[in-house]
């Protein structure tokens, strides 16, 4: 893949892929996908993310897993992948209306993402580390 501008300033820069990328063999990857969420919500470059993984079919991309960017690209996603109106994620899947741009407006705390492994380090406790990540 090649390195675009914008993943310089991307918040999972030399982060652990698994939080975008979970294991093959994992029994929920959203275990996975909501710490590397909370690191996609403050991401300054999100918007550039998405656009670039707006066909792929696998891992998150400017906070959205593949299923919930089907919303993007199909013109009849599963009604179960359409997040509910005021979420940032449901802006990110292309809402406007008054309580979506609210919710993707809304000022968020910040993370600890040095809690957020590097690349080459384990995870070891998922609920520990989310809860970590959320709790500074």
Not at 17 to 46: K, M, Q, S
């Amino acid at each position: 893949m090649q390195l675009h501008l914008w993943m310089e300033n991307a918040s999972c820069r030399k982060r652990k892929n698994d939080f975008w990328y979970p294991p093959l063999d994992t029994d929920v990857p959203d275990n996975y996908y909501a710490i590397g969420r909370e690191v996609c919500h403050r991401c300054p470059v999100w918007d550039k993310c998405l656009d670039a993984g707006i066909d792929e079919k696998w891992g998150m991309w400017g906070g959205l897993t593949p299923q919930e960017r089907t919303v993007l690209t199909s013109t009849n996603p599963k009604p179960s992948v359409i997040k509910q109106h005021g979420s940032w994620i449901r802006y990110r899947q292309g809402c406007r209306c008054t309580d979506c741009v609210e919710g993707h407006n809304q000022p968020t705390n910040k993370i600890n993402m040095n809690v957020i492994p590097k690349h080459g380090e384990p995870v070891q406790d998922l609920e520990m580390l989310r809860f970590t990540l959320l709790s500074t």
